[in-house]
Nanobody, 121 residues
Protein backbone atom coordinates (compact mmCIF):
# COMPACT_ATOMS: atom_id res chain seq x y z
CA UNK A 1 0.00 0.00 0.00
CA UNK A 2 1.24 3.49 -0.88
CA UNK A 3 0.36 6.48 1.27
CA UNK A 4 0.37 10.23 0.78
CA UNK A 5 -0.44 12.72 3.51
CA UNK A 6 -1.73 16.23 2.83
CA UNK A 7 -3.48 19.12 4.52
CA UNK A 8 -0.65 20.58 6.55
CA UNK A 9 0.03 24.27 6.77
CA UNK A 10 0.46 27.25 9.04
CA UNK A 11 -2.17 27.80 11.72
CA UNK A 12 -2.41 29.96 14.80
CA UNK A 13 -2.47 28.44 18.26
CA UNK A 14 -5.99 27.37 19.14
CA UNK A 15 -6.86 26.73 15.51
CA UNK A 16 -7.70 23.54 13.63
CA UNK A 17 -6.54 21.55 10.64
CA UNK A 18 -7.70 18.39 8.94
CA UNK A 19 -4.96 16.15 7.63
CA UNK A 20 -5.78 13.60 4.96
CA UNK A 21 -3.98 10.47 3.88
CA UNK A 22 -4.75 8.93 0.51
CA UNK A 23 -3.91 5.27 0.10
CA UNK A 24 -3.53 3.21 -3.02
CA UNK A 25 -4.26 -0.47 -3.21
CA UNK A 26 -7.40 -2.56 -3.27
CA UNK A 27 -6.76 -3.98 0.22
CA UNK A 28 -6.81 -0.64 2.07
CA UNK A 29 -9.83 -1.68 4.10
CA UNK A 30 -7.87 -4.53 5.68
CA UNK A 31 -5.17 -2.26 7.14
CA UNK A 32 -5.03 -0.54 10.46
CA UNK A 33 -4.02 3.08 9.92
CA UNK A 34 -2.12 5.51 12.07
CA UNK A 35 -0.63 8.97 12.32
CA UNK A 36 2.81 9.79 13.66
CA UNK A 37 4.70 13.05 13.90
CA UNK A 38 8.26 14.22 14.10
CA UNK A 39 9.17 17.61 15.49
CA UNK A 40 12.48 19.28 14.67
CA UNK A 41 15.29 17.65 16.61
CA UNK A 42 13.01 15.00 18.09
CA UNK A 43 12.22 11.39 17.39
CA UNK A 44 9.13 10.33 15.53
CA UNK A 45 6.22 9.65 17.89
CA UNK A 46 2.85 7.95 17.71
CA UNK A 47 -0.20 10.22 17.54
CA UNK A 48 -3.32 8.18 16.73
CA UNK A 49 -4.50 4.89 15.24
CA UNK A 50 -7.68 3.30 13.95
CA UNK A 51 -8.35 -0.38 13.09
CA UNK A 52 -9.54 -1.53 9.68
CA UNK A 53 -13.13 -1.62 10.92
CA UNK A 54 -13.05 1.96 12.13
CA UNK A 55 -14.09 0.85 15.61
CA UNK A 56 -12.00 1.70 18.66
CA UNK A 57 -9.47 4.47 18.21
CA UNK A 58 -6.20 5.05 20.03
CA UNK A 59 -4.46 8.29 20.92
CA UNK A 60 -1.28 9.50 22.51
CA UNK A 61 -2.00 11.24 25.80
CA UNK A 62 -0.80 14.59 24.50
CA UNK A 63 -3.54 14.74 21.82
CA UNK A 64 -6.48 13.16 23.65
CA UNK A 65 -9.49 15.41 23.54
CA UNK A 66 -7.97 17.55 20.78
CA UNK A 67 -7.33 15.23 17.81
CA UNK A 68 -9.72 12.78 16.13
CA UNK A 69 -8.77 10.03 13.71
CA UNK A 70 -11.28 8.66 11.22
CA UNK A 71 -11.30 6.69 7.99
CA UNK A 72 -13.40 6.22 4.88
CA UNK A 73 -12.70 2.83 3.34
CA UNK A 74 -14.79 3.65 0.29
CA UNK A 75 -12.42 6.52 -0.47
CA UNK A 76 -9.22 4.76 0.64
CA UNK A 77 -8.58 7.62 3.03
CA UNK A 78 -7.78 8.28 6.65
CA UNK A 79 -8.08 11.64 8.35
CA UNK A 80 -6.73 13.41 11.40
CA UNK A 81 -8.76 16.34 12.65
CA UNK A 82 -6.48 18.38 14.86
CA UNK A 83 -8.06 21.08 17.00
CA UNK A 84 -6.95 23.35 19.85
CA UNK A 85 -3.52 23.28 18.27
CA UNK A 86 -0.51 24.30 20.31
CA UNK A 87 2.93 25.46 19.16
CA UNK A 88 4.33 22.16 20.45
CA UNK A 89 2.17 20.35 17.88
CA UNK A 90 4.47 21.74 15.18
CA UNK A 91 5.89 18.75 13.32
CA UNK A 92 5.88 16.77 10.12
CA UNK A 93 2.90 14.44 10.29
CA UNK A 94 3.07 11.01 8.67
CA UNK A 95 0.41 8.44 7.99
CA UNK A 96 1.19 4.76 8.31
CA UNK A 97 -0.40 1.39 7.67
CA UNK A 98 -0.08 -2.11 9.05
CA UNK A 99 -2.18 -5.24 9.02
CA UNK A 100 -1.82 -5.41 12.80
CA UNK A 101 -3.50 -2.91 15.13
CA UNK A 102 -0.80 -3.73 17.67
CA UNK A 103 2.03 -2.88 15.32
CA UNK A 104 0.39 0.31 14.02
CA UNK A 105 1.19 2.14 17.24
CA UNK A 106 4.85 1.16 17.33
CA UNK A 107 6.41 -0.06 14.08
CA UNK A 108 4.09 0.05 11.08
CA UNK A 109 5.18 -1.61 7.87
CA UNK A 110 4.16 1.18 5.52
CA UNK A 111 4.85 4.89 5.69
CA UNK A 112 3.79 7.80 3.56
CA UNK A 113 5.51 11.08 2.89
CA UNK A 114 4.73 13.60 5.56
CA UNK A 115 2.95 16.91 5.66
CA UNK A 116 4.23 19.84 7.70
CA UNK A 117 2.06 21.44 10.36
CA UNK A 118 3.32 24.70 11.85
CA UNK A 119 1.48 26.24 14.79
CA UNK A 120 2.32 29.84 15.56
CA UNK A 121 1.92 31.34 19.01
Amino acid sequence: VQLQASGGGLVQAGGSLRLSCAASGRTFSTYAMGWFRQAPGKEREFVAAIPWSGGSTYYADFVKGRFTISRDNAKNAVYLHASKLKPEDTAVYYCAADLSIAAITTSPDYWGLGTLVTVSS
